[in-house]
């Protein structure tokens, strides 16, 4: 009886020495990184946080309209770099809400960068857009690949499809701070105070 005793507080406490070399870990990255952004996360995922943080490579974005701009053009800025397609349900209920995220937020910390990644005819992603009424983005194209890579590419592209929709939160150092997959009610006092974290809002 006494050896089963032993065995379980040897293990007690070898799991509660590992919990606290766990929380001295996270303690010095929080240090090391700065304060941890509020949670965000969805019924199916939350926000991965990528380490060390990396500075975005330069990537020219198409717009819809056939106008083209660096990425790097936004540094400065928080930018929520939003990735999604016309067949996929999820982002049919996100789009407008981060439409309504474009009306409300300021241009001047917050950039809201919504790429399609369809194959299909411009005219069609712009009648999809339409129909959801979503009138203050200013949508991208990426019907290539080029922003935007399948999981096990080697593309020179830092923004893998994990999901759909996928938004990438870029720093206002241009470095690539995480992702999460699925909707997001960006509107949410969540989602606002998360976006607030990276813009300094």
Same mark, same amino acid.
């Given at each position: 009886?006494?050896? /089963?005793?032993e065995?379980?507080?040897?293990? !007690? ?7 606290? &070399?766990?929380?001295? &870990?996270t303690? =010095?990255?929080? !240090? ?6 509020? &949670? ?9 946080e ?10 020219v #974005? ?10 790097? =053009? ?9 990735? $999604? %397609?016309? $067949? ?18 300021s ?5 809201? /960068? ?14 999809? #857009? ?9 949508p991208?194209v990426? &019907?290539?690949g080029?922003? =935007?890579?399948? !999981? ?8 893998? #499809? $994990?999901?759909m ?11 690539? %701070? ?7 009610? $960006? ?11 990276y %813009?300094?809002?």
């Amino acid at each position: 009886m006494s050896r /089963v005793y032993e065995m379980f507080s040897r293990r !007690a406490i070898t799991i509660g020495l590992g919990t606290a &070399a766990l929380a001295s &870990a996270t303690r =010095a990255q929080i !240090a090391t990184w700065g304060e941890a952004p509020p &949670a965000l996360h969805t019924s199916r995922s939350q926000f991965v946080e990528l380490r060390p943080l990396q500075e975005v490579p330069s990537l020219v #974005l198409q717009r819809i309209d056939g106008k083209t701009i660096a990425l790097n =053009a936004y540094r400065g800025k928080a930018v929520l770099v939003n990735f $999604w %397609a016309t $067949w996929c349900p999820p982002c049919r209920r996100e789009l407008p809400l981060l439409d309504k995220l474009r009306q409300t937020s300021s241009r001047r910390s917050l950039e809201i /960068v919504p790429i399609s990644i369809d194959k299909t005819e411009r005219s069609v992603v712009e009648g999809f #857009l339409k129909r959801l009424n979503v009138t203050h983005l200013r949508p991208f194209v990426d &019907a290539d690949g080029r922003i =935007a890579k399948q !999981a096990g590419s080697d593309a020179p592209t830092p923004f893998v #499809l $994990w999901g759909m929709p996928i938004s990438y939160i870029i720093d206002r150092d241009g470095r690539l %701070a995480g992702y999460i997959t699925g909707e997001v009610d $960006w509107t949410s006092n969540q989602g606002r105070a998360f976006l607030n974290y990276y %813009a300094g809002g």
